[in-house]
């Protein structure tokens, strides 16, 4: 699995999401909400013989919104954070097709307050199950 391709196809998966924005990574101006896609932590190679798979346990995707202490955000980060619906990030990252990976499964999410370009967000961290063959 090439995680770069991986990132632009989950890319693809978010943009599906009407109103939602996804940056190239590094951008510092952003138009909320946006979503952010960092590479993994770690992956880890060879689970099978040979070079037969690859999995990442924990790749982190971030969807943020303005003005985190009010109640409209709140209630905007919900519709990101629920497990079906025409907002869900959940929905919409494991409905896609993909090419770059076997299996993407979105196994959990978080809620907190984050910065990012010096401003202050309220954010919804979910993490990914992805697995592939090695390459």
């Known amino acids: 699995m090439d995680p770069v391709d991986v990132a632009d196809e989950l890319s693809v998966a978010l943009r599906t999401i009407g109103g939602l924005t996804v940056p190239e990574w590094g951008v510092q101006r952003v138009s909320p909400p946006f979503a952010l896609i960092p590479l993994p932590d770690q992956i880890s190679y060879d689970l099978a013989y040979g070079r037969g798979g690859d999995r990442i346990e924990d790749w982190p ?3 943020l919104v303005d003005r985190p202490a009010r109640p409209e955000s709140r209630r905007a980060i919900a519709e990101y954070g629920a497990g079906s619906g025409a907002k869900s990030v959940k929905a919409a990252i494991e409905a896609h097709a993909y090419t770059a990976c076997d ?3 979105v196994t959990s999410c978080e809620f907190e307050v984050v910065s990012y370009a010096d401003v202050s967000y309220l954010a919804a961290m979910f993490h990914l199950d ?3 063959k090695g390459a």
Do not use: N
Request: charged fraction near 10%; charge should be positive; hydrophobic fraction near 65%.
């Open 130 to 132: 992805i697995s592939g």
């Open 103 to 105: 299996a993407v499964r």
């Open 61 to 63: 995707v971030m969807v």
